[in-house]
């Protein structure tokens, strides 16, 4: 069975830091681009960062640049997500998909999603 597990998610005080993390099992992730999405309360799922099969990475959100950073280790078969001086805006389910070729900010072009896993930013 193909798929992709998140974790890492929580409840994290503004000015904090998490790591999330994206796992495949059923297929290997160094022949896929990866992408991180996340989807708030009443707000539709947009793109946040992605990394292709090179290595190298974009992001789809100006507001997480210098902030969130996305990295993989294709041994492990797992994609992360650093977010380091989290906001209360950046609440939300986030989830990983992988893509065959190469990264795209459309969502609806992703072969395989997980399950999403929750982050809320609160004091």
């Known amino acids: 069975q193909l798929q992709l597990v998140e974790s890492g998610g929580g409840l994290v005080q503004p000015g904090g830091s998490l790591r999330l993390s994206c796992v495949a099992s059923?297929?290997?992730?160094?022949?896929?681009?990866i992408g991180w999405f996340r989807q708030a309360p009443g707000k539709e799922r947009e793109g946040v960062v992605c990394?292709?099969?090179?290595?190298?990475?974009?992001n789809f959100a100006d507001s997480v640049k210098g902030r969130f950073t996305i990295s993989r280790d294709n041994a492990k078969n797992t994609v992360y997500l650093q977010m380091n001086s989290l906001k209360p805006e950046d609440t939300a389910i986030y989830y990983c998909?992988?893509?065959?070729?190469?990264?795209?900010?459309?969502?609806?072009?992703?072969?395989?999603w997980g399950q999403g896993t929750q982050v809320t930013v609160s004091s």
């Open positions: 059923g297929f290997t992730l160094d022949g896929y681009a």
């Open positions: 998909a992988a893509r065959a070729t190469f990264c795209r900010r459309n969502d609806t072009s992703y072969d395989y």
């Open positions: 990394i292709a099969r090179s290595g190298w990475s974009i």
